[in-house]
């Protein structure tokens, strides 16, 4: 019996080498799944973000994308969208980028550059504000607070050190709502560091992750008085990416890495 299968990639995005960064799974489908088996999906994949590739010939880009967790479909998802880029682009070299509508962020490209890609998103502002709540789960007390309420909140913190020791309770996050609990602080060996906690959104902690950074982007060009700067995610995998602001986007580039390339069987 011949089962449905779609084309599957599991790339390391915002990689160094392979086995770093953040997983993304990558498929291309020819129409839409239902949405309780994209999430099917995803939770078997386990990783941070599933990627779902339509390709739209004629459309407003080259393919609609979706994101979805192992727990839900996301806003805007970067490291899963330059892993769409790396898969696409990878399939065709005479192509120098690539284009996907999205539901909620628009329409994002991803475009060749050097040995890596670069990813435009919208910049994502933040303003100063409290949350007491979240504050007492972090497991340290941040210098400032900047949030935006689409649920991202920046939580800035005077050394990296201070970054890296974090351990927030992170059952007691979640249940406050998907919002990105992003913790940041000038790095050591890049301008800055940040870890990134998503228990709400089925993700406790991000490897790496694209949406967080387009926060980040225009909060941490004001603060180091340019429009550029070098950026490490010190989670366990680590993954790094050179941010820069461009009007009202964040323009990230990085590497990423095929781990596997195969079928995934939806039926049977």
């Not at 805007?76 to 790396?86: D, E, K, N, V, W």
């Not at 990230?252 to 195969?262: A, D, Q, R, S």
Request: with cysteine; proline share 6%; charged share 20%.
């Amino acid at each position: 019996m011949t089962h449905p299968s779609i084309p599957y990639w599991h790339v390391d995005a915002f990689a160094e080498r392979r086995f770093a960064g953040n997983q993304a799974a990558v498929v291309i489908v020819q129409q839409w799944p239902d949405d309780a088996t994209m999430v099917a999906v995803a939770a078997e994949n386990m990783f941070a973000e599933t990627a779902f590739l339509l390709p739209t010939p004629g459309g407003e880009a080259d393919y609609a994308l979706r994101w979805f967790t192992p727990a839900m479909e996301v806003r805007l998802c970067g490291h899963a969208t330059l892993a769409s880029g790396h898969v696409v682009l990878s399939q065709d070299s005479a192509l120098d980028a690539v284009t996907f509508a999205t539901r909620k962020a628009g329409v994002l490209e991803v475009r060749r550059a050097g040995a890596g890609y670069e990813l435009a998103l919208p910049a994502i502002p933040t303003t100063p504000g409290a949350w007491p709540e979240a504050v007492a789960l972090l497991g340290a007390r941040p210098q400032e607070v900047w949030l935006n309420p689409d649920r991202y909140g920046v939580y800035l913190f005077a050394s990296e050190a201070e970054v890296l020791a974090l351990d927030p309770d992170l059952r007691g996050l979640g249940r406050l709502g998907d919002d990105q609990f992003i913790c940041t602080a000038p790095g050591t060996t890049t301008d800055v560091v940040s870890r990134v906690f998503v228990p709400g959104g089925g993700v406790d902690e991000d490897s790496f992750t694209g949406s967080a950074h387009a926060a980040l982007t225009p909060f941490w060009c004001d603060r180091l008085g340019r429009e550029s700067f070098t950026a490490f995610q010190a989670s366990t995998r680590g993954g790094h990416a050179m941010c820069r602001r461009d009007g009202d986007r964040a323009v990230l580039t990085g590497n990423c890495m095929t781990v596997v390339e195969g079928r995934f069987y939806l039926a049977g």
